[in-house]
């Protein structure tokens, strides 16, 4: 393990790469951490700390509930964090696997397949996840399925593009001729030479999902209250912006900083191809 | 003993609104271990000929008629799960460019071993790593440990062509279809490879359909030989006697082309 990291490393030295490394690795290690430890319980009020400044007890201040700003943004990086990694992870599964399918066989079915495909594209993702979870209702797991479903076309349409390309290349025709079946050949043959163009896909998709989540919770359509969410408390924030600006500040700054690592990242992985 | 007979092969292309012919009754057979020469300028069909033997024939594109019996079956007419089951263990095919035939983010080793893990699921890893380092032993690469490890990228063109052939040979075939083999390599690697493969032919007793539009080649290394022109064959025979007394016009001129280079 140590020694990968090592690697990747050496492989990746310039600035991007590690300044986006250590910031996603700080958020990761405050989403982990607030699954179980927050330094006060998110949703405990106090009617005393009501927009309390931040100081040496509450580092963040405290909301208009007199809850704590550090506590809630914790729990909040966490829901979006995991709404968003599980967000990507299907849009790009699913999305690999339409994409996939259309890209190695073609013909009718790609063409039927990509036309669906074409039509939820024409639809801005943020309004199709909100006709979803109109649909569905709202809730975490309800908002991971509505952006999943809306971040799959444009999964579908890289992988497709890159799977058409590879499969008329001779070494897919010397696989075939070794007998090896369909899914072999899409999924050994062709997956690993396909995977920068979907690891830098997946890490814009990640960085889309957590401006979709947050933008969705301030929209109150999200994570439902008590439960923290980034999005919903810059939404509440907005009212005391004047009174307690650092409310919106810390929780703005913790988003901004999410997606700036995984922009960074990105950024750094592909400064080296 | 037969292993392949063509029977009347027609293919046709069905991209426009008449059927275009490209390859017109086509019928020859091949012995067990016989080398057998297939030549003919671009566009004679060769190529294709040979794919519809292998069974890379995109099916619904064009329509193919007659008889490819190999081991007793119809490449034209059995489905493709029968079909892959005699690709890459009864036959294999070697392509004209190394450099793309290989795929880039495989180890050489793993597609070396590819048949072996596709056909021979009972055999073990490390058995199957023997296999694959004795082959890359046999096609004469130095240090075939290293080969195993590395990566297509790392390899010279040459050294390419022996993995492929390696890749081709692990699981013992008895037809090796060789689509102008050498065509991508320098005249000196050229010759490395053609005696290769007569030395496998010998040793392991492998029959080797060999395309080429190089007729020197043809006449260095194939017994029997078959000259194609616009789809049909033209003449056919012993390499010799083709070479040394043509009968048809088309081959008098192609024998008179052939340029005087000896290795």
């Given at each position: ?273 | ?159 390419r062509q022996r993995v492929m052939i390696a890749s081709a040979m692990v699981s013992d075939p008895k037809l090796l279809i060789a689509d102008e083999p050498t065509t991508a390599l320098d005249v000196t690697v050229q010759a490395q490879i053609i005696k290769l493969l007569l030395r496998l032919n010998l040793k392991q007793k492998v029959a080797i359909l060999f395309i080429s539009h190089d007729l020197s080649l043809v006449k260095q290394i194939s017994e029997n030989v ?38």
């Amino acid at each position: 393990m140590i020694k990968t990291v090592k690697k990747l490393f050496e492989k990746y030295k310039g600035f991007n790469f590690c300044a986006g490394l250590i910031i996603t690795a700080v958020i990761f290690l405050i989403a982990v951490t607030g699954i179980f430890y927050t330094p006060y319980p998110s949703t405990a009020m106090n009617a005393a700390l009501k927009n309390a400044a931040p100081g040496a007890a509450h580092i963040f201040g405290c909301d208009n509930y007199g809850r704590d700003i550090f506590s809630r943004v914790m729990e909040g990086i966490k829901n979006t964090f995991f709404i968003s990694f599980f967000t990507v992870l299907l849009g790009s599964v699913a999305g690999m696997i339409l994409g996939a399918v259309c890209g190695y066989y073609g013909g009718k079915l790609d063409n039927i397949l990509m036309r669906l495909n074409d039509a939820l594209f024409a639809f801005p993702s943020i309004l199709l996840a909100m006709v979803i979870i109109a649909l569905v209702g709202p809730g975490a797991f309800n908002v991971v399925l509505a952006l999943g479903i809306a971040f799959i076309p444009s999964f579908a349409r890289i992988v497709r593009a890159e799977f058409k390309k590879q499969a008329s290349l001779d070494y897919i025709a010397g696989a075939k001729l070794m007998g090896a079946g369909d899914i072999r050949i899409m999924f050994v043959h062709i997956l690993p030479n396909i995977l920068p163009v979907l690891i830098s896909s997946v890490m814009i998709g990640f960085n889309n999902a957590v401006l979709a989540e947050a933008g969705l919770s301030f929209l109150g359509i999200g994570v439902q209250p008590p439960e923290a969410s980034l999005g919903r408390m810059l939404s509440e924030a907005q009212a005391f912006l004047f009174t307690a600006p650092w409310y919106a500040v810390f929780t703005g700054l913790s988003i901004a900083l999410m997606v700036l690592g995984f922009a960074l990242l990105s950024e750094g992985i592909s400064e080296k191809k | 003993m037969k292993i392949l007979s063509v029977k009347d092969l027609t293919i046709e292309f069905h991209d426009h609104k008449l059927p275009e012919r490209a390859v017109e009754k086509v019928s020859f057979d091949m012995d067990e271990g016989e080398v057998l020469g297939l030549v003919g300028e671009s566009g004679s069909g060769k190529s294709l000929t040979a794919m519809a033997i292998a069974g890379l024939l995109p099916r619904k594109r064009l329509n193919a008629f007659g008889e490819i019996i190999f081991e007793g079956k119809d490449m034209l007419k059995i489905p493709r799960s029968e079909l892959r089951e005699l690709q890459g263990d009864e036959l294999s095919v070697i392509f004209q460019e190394p450099m793309t035939a290989l795929n880039p983010t495989m180890r050489i080793g793993k597609q070396v071993e590819e048949p072996l893990f596709i056909h021979h699921k009972e055999l073990s890893d490390a058995e199957r790593k023997a296999k694959a380092l004795d082959w890359l032993e046999k096609v004469e690469l130095h240090d075939p440990e290293r080969v195993y490890h590395s990566y297509p990228h790392e390899l010279s063109g040459g050294m390419r062509q022996r993995v492929m052939i390696a890749s081709a040979m692990v699981s013992d075939p008895k037809l090796l279809i060789a689509d102008e083999p050498t065509t991508a390599l320098d005249v000196t690697v050229q010759a490395q490879i053609i005696k290769l493969l007569l030395r496998l032919n010998l040793k392991q007793k492998v029959a080797i359909l060999f395309i080429s539009h190089d007729l020197s080649l043809v006449k260095q290394i194939s017994e029997n030989v078959i000259v194609m022109q616009n789809g049909s064959i033209v003449e056919k025979g012993k390499t010799k006697d083709v070479f040394d007394s043509p009968v048809e016009e088309y081959t008098k001129k192609l024998v008179a082309a052939i340029p005087e280079v000896r290795f």
